[in-house]
């Protein structure tokens, strides 16, 4: 550069301010690292095709893939074979059991499913094999892989009812689907499978797509479905469930569920025991919804996950020696502010906590101030677990602990811990900011930051 050129750069303060999408970008650096050769089987219902088209959802793979997850795609195609049903004037026939909702597919309707699978299956070829400039698909070169990975047999009769060419999964080629997983295909699977005498049956997609998880034991299973998310009694959206909370769920719920959800819910439930670490269910109805569960950290699904999060509790008198032992160190060293035995066993119904075996690993503790106002205090994990999500569970049950009690912002003083909660939607607030009770009490010493989040 001449000597005499203006220097036109700007600090690189004035510039992220500028380009806002830097420092979103940078907020999601660690799950784009944390997902990174992860297994994701992604299942979405034939209802998205005709709800909000398939384009945006394969650029949003098509992304995902060059991030470096192995994907596994799992279509639908309910509407699409009442489509071709109605072309040629065929009535759709259901059985009608009450534990299940399966179409029961003659020779003529088999033709309707291949059709509706074959087409269907071709749009998302095509959609992955789009490239033009000035689109998100700019620059990919994605190969596609389908085939007959899903060995079928027939439901066979039921209650009095041969449901003919409609199937269940077998078994599924996890081996052959690895490899083609290795060498960076993506893999699209119909809800389609084979019978070693050749037959071909139709499956649900659900099934498909659990079957797949469970047998290459995938990190995320993600259905995007028509279902409603489940209600709690107080009629919110419930977002996160372990198995035995989904159990519980399921046997106060049985009537009020159609058979499509239990059905998905079953299927999801298998998936997890068979061990796939977590399933999520997103609208299918909902632009983004795939980036949105990903990359934020409250998501927009339900997640379900194994029995990890029961260890997650309330407190009781015999956890006031476990919970000592871990903020003890981190007073000491000036992390968490000092509290005695004595305030600890005052409060310990205020603290909730993660043990496993017995052993205490992981506390945090709600104090609610007059308002709607609450305070996040004592937030420690065990430093041989940390970083395993242990922490981001613990102030979720905080959260949820705070919606209960209806408070609607959640505030926590921290030394050295800012970004970690920066990232999880807290923001930067002062003194002032503070309820005047606990304003009063502040320690100016310590000059921890405020932080505020609204929940
Ligand atoms: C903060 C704390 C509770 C997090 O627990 P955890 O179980 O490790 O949390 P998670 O597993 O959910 O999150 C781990 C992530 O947070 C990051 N992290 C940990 N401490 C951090 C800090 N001080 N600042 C910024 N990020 C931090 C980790 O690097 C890890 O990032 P990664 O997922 O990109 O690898 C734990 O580090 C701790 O006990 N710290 C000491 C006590 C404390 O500071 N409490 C808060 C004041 S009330």
Redesign the pocket.
Known sequence: MPTNAPNTAKSSEDSSSNFPFVGWLRDVA?YI??FREKTFVIAFAGELVQEIGLENLIEDIAMLHAMGMRIVLVHGIRPQIEEQLMLRKIKSKFGKSTIHHYRITDAAALECVKEAAGELRLDIEAAFSRGLPNTPMAGSRISVISGNFITAMPVGVVEGVDYIHTGLVRKVDSASIKLSLDSSKIILLSPLGFSPTGQAFNLAFEDVAASTAAALKADKLIFLTPHAGLKDVEGDFITELSLPQLQEYLSGHLKDLDLGIKSLLNISGRAIRAGVSRVHFLPSNRDGALLEELFTHDGIGMMLASSDIENLREANQDDVGGILQLTMP?EEEG??AARGQDVIERDIQRFSVIEHDRVLF?CAALFPFPNGIGE??????DPD??????????LKRIEMRAKQEEIKRLF???T?????FL?RGFKRATVDDLPEERKQIYNWDRKSMVLIKDL
């Open positions: 660690p690292h944390s981190l992390i968490l992981g996040l205090a004592c937030l420690a994990v677990v940390q970083g395993s999500g242990d922490g981001e569970r613990l926590v003083l921290t050295r811990t800012e970004h970690w990232k």
